[in-house]
């Protein structure tokens, strides 16, 4: 179950919103298929074990991270594959926190002549599907806070430059996650300086929906993000933002939803349920610094996806990666812990979680 567990974590950062899966096929003693769930829509961990394992795994032992699921969703189900393998006993971590699924594969297993056992390793692979149970649970998405940086924490010269501190590389990993998310948000002063259209480039997938935390409705009628938009653009606005401006953006094709305000623009926390309300599951914020400062200061960050870039500015020559938190104790921080640490071209992407 450890190798499991050590597998599933591969799968940290790519899977999203689906939980992370590492399995194992045992036979005699042996190893004799590996796999984790590596990407959405792609095979399950269960699935490139026993591929892997081939032959070997009838009689064998399935050792799984998580409950096989029982369901058809964007793969067949796993319980099915496992039954027509000849696997004659299926280890399991932790059980499947979706009440629709929770249980269902024992008795499916067992009624197939497969024995089971349960709660191995409980807890380290409960860890592994904390995001998963929470966008179940929660009522709000899931938030990954997206940046790119240089070695000494800046995201942009002090005249706004910042094409490109990453490589293409690293950008081509930034589409990658666009695709696995169901929205993309920035602030308004994002689209007035870069007139990003927000879609996916470079990879195949569908591109996310457009959102603008835009308090005062500043977003030009004509900008990409609206013109260029797959999915009609949301715009998030104070309540008593000019009503003329909002007709124009909806006659343009943008959902403008007026939100409670605040001292720094829009209520992140009702952004968020809203978003949850329209289906939204996973949301990847790839504002400025104080728009990544409002939502790590609303405590609404799951997921840290940094890519930092070997370079260099200086003290006094850059904007910092995240600007609202005013600090004076170490004590004081927001503690992360890394999950998935590796090198893409000359670039290092870092994925974590806040603690």
């Known amino acids: 179950m450890g190798e499991c567990i050590r597998l599933a974590r591969q799968g940290v950062g790519f899977v999203e919103p689906n939980p992370c899966v590492g399995a194992v096929v045992v036979q005699e003693g042996g190893i004799v298929g590996r796999g984790f769930h590596s990407s959405l829509g792609g ?6 074990a026993l591929l ?159 959102v603008i935390l835009d308090s005062t409705l500043r977003t030009p009628e004509d900008a990409l993000v609206v013109t260029a938009a797959q999915q009609a653009p949301l715009i998030y606005c104070r309540n008593d933002a000019e009503a003329e401006r909002a007709k124009r953006l909806e ?22 349920t809203d978003l949850k309300s329209r289906g939204i599951g996973r949301v990847l914020i790839e504002g400025g610094p104080r728009v990544l400062g409002s939502f790590f200061a609303a405590k609404s960050v799951d997921l840290i996806l940094a890519f930092v870039a070997p370079k260099i500015l200086g003290d006094g020559s850059g904007m910092a990666a995240i600007v609202g938190r005013d600090v004076e104790l170490i004590a004081d921080t927001i503690d992360c812990e890394w999950l998935h640490v590796d090198q893409i071209g000359p670039d290092i992407r870092l994925i974590g979680r806040c603690l």
């Open 52 to 210: 892997e394992a081939g032959e070997a795994s009838f009689g064998a032992d399935l050792y799984v991270s998580l409950e096989p699921c029982s369901t058809t969703g964007r793969t067949p189900p796993c319980t099915q594959a496992i039954m027509d393998s000849g696997i004659k006993k299926v280890v399991i971590g932790a059980l499947d926190p979706n009440p629709k699924h929770a249980g269902r594969a024992i008795p499916l297993l067992e009624s197939a002549g497969i024995g089971v056992v349960t709660g191995v390793l409980a807890e380290d692979s409960q860890r592994l599907i904390e995001n998963f149970a929470l966008g179940l649970q929660s009522t709000r998405p899931i938030v990954v806070a997206k940046w790119a940086s240089t070695l000494d924490g800046k995201i942009a010269t002090r005249t706004g430059d910042s094409r490109w501190i990453t490589n293409k590389p690293a950008r081509i990993a930034v589409h990658e996650e666009r695709a696995r998310c169901d929205a993309i948000l920035v602030g308004v002063s994002t689209v007035l300086a870069d007139n990003p259209a927000l879609t996916v480039r470079h990879v195949e997938g569908a591109s996310p929906r457009p």
């Open 43 to 48: 095979p399950h961990a269960e699935v490139v």
């Open 251 to 272: 006659a343009h094709g943008a959902v403008v939803v007026p939100c409670p305000p605040q001292e720094t623009g829009v209520d992140v926390h009702a952004v968020l």
